[in-house]
């Protein structure tokens, strides 16, 4: 016995006129071939069983195929199914702000449907944003300059990413994952963002517990830097200054700046070390030094202190986001990155 249903819309791209079976996925239709997605996934192999005509149950079907219904988003299969049809190859084409909330549907599905292909692809371009490498991390915050920044350029949602990353075990990737949710106002971390097709992705209870301590011990390690840099580091010339400790007032201004800035903080900025370094060394070479306001001597010594500000949180990431205890070789930073 067969029932025929009316309701899903057929997809523009996927319904595939020389198909043998629908698979429905939230309103959208997508009429495919049970060989090639079965051939692909003894995942789909067993879905597909159940929707044989000849099986006693009533089996829905539509345009006379049966039909198959997936709790999966539209978003999602239809990205998977284009991986399937067209190649991992084709994806690169996609747009860049696009890529990541492709990315991150075939890993998700990639990883539900046994694709190992599918998962290690999404995984290894994923890995470019939320990465175990200094270096590459060191650029994407020069490159971007802040979390929304990276969100926007990137259309990154780290708490889909943490979520990902921790329910697939990629726990290489968790400690960048959680440290640009930490980065997100309160109201966020506790309500969560919405992913591309519109489910609100929130944090695991310990995730978010870990985002809200990594967040108090960033405010307290930041402003105590800032102050040292300020008015310790930089209100004296290097030992061998060749101007007599004229660079000492190179940045006279800034402690002023500093001294008020400090009672009305950005809260973000004085959370992220990497923006900080980053900024600082900037400021140093970019300002000063053009400027004739500091000589190499002294230019040297400051940018070391921006540079390890961001090498030593690097290298405890893993531990300031609560993640310790998870068995992976976290790679340090190199000794120096200009």
């Not at 747009?95 to 890993?107: D, G, I, N, V, W």
């Not at 969560?192 to 978010?208: I, K, N, W």
Request: proline content about 4%; some cysteine; aromatic content about 10%.
């Amino acid at each position: 016995m067969s029932t025929e249903s009316h309701d899903p819309t057929k997809d523009t791209d996927l319904w595939l006129e020389d198909g043998n079976i629908v698979i429905v996925a939230q309103d959208a239709a997508f009429r495919v071939h049970r060989g090639l997605l079965s051939r692909h996934s003894e995942v789909f192999g067993g879905l597909f069983a159940l929707a044989q005509p000849d099986a006693q149950d009533a089996v829905e079907l539509c345009d006379g195929c049966p039909v198959v219904r997936i709790p999966d988003s539209a978003h999602d299969f239809r990205h998977l199914l284009h991986a399937l049809y067209d190649g991992l190859s084709s994806m690169e084409s996609v747009e860049e702000p696009t890529k990541y909330s492709m990315y991150a549907a075939l890993a998700r599905l990639g990883d539900k449907y046994g694709l190992p292909h599918i998962f290690t692809a999404a995984i290894k371009w994923l890995s470019t944003i939320f990465t175990d490498t200094y270096t590459a991390w060191h650029d994407l915050w020069t490159e971007h300059g802040n979390t929304i920044q990276i969100m926007s350029d990137r259309g990154v949602n780290p708490f889909e990413a943490a979520n990902l990353f921790r329910i697939t075990g990629q726990e290489r990737m968790r400690p960048t994952a959680l440290f640009m949710c930490s980065q997100l106002d309160v109201p966020v971390l506790l309500e969560g963002l919405p992913r591309a097709d519109g489910l609100v992705e929130v944090l695991s209870r310990d995730d978010l517990q870990r985002c809200l301590e990594a967040r108090i011990r960033f405010t307290a390690e930041m402003t105590t830097f800032l102050h040292v840099f300020y008015f310790v580091h930089t209100a004296r010339s290097a030992t061998s200054c060749p101007r007599l400790g004229s660079c000492a007032q190179a940045f006279a201004p800034e402690r002023e700046a500093h001294r008020s800035y400090t009672l009305g903080a950005n809260k973000s900025y004085y959370q992220n070390p990497f923006k900080i370094s980053i900024s600082m060394c900037w400021k140093i070479t970019d300002s000063k030094c053009l400027s004739g306001a500091l000589c190499e001597l002294c230019a040297t010594h400051l940018l070391e202190l921006a540079q390890d500000l961001a090498r030593s949180h690097w290298d405890a990431l893993p531990v300031i986001m609560g993640l310790e205890d998870c068995n992976y070789s976290w790679e340090k930073a190199p000794v120096s990155v200009s």
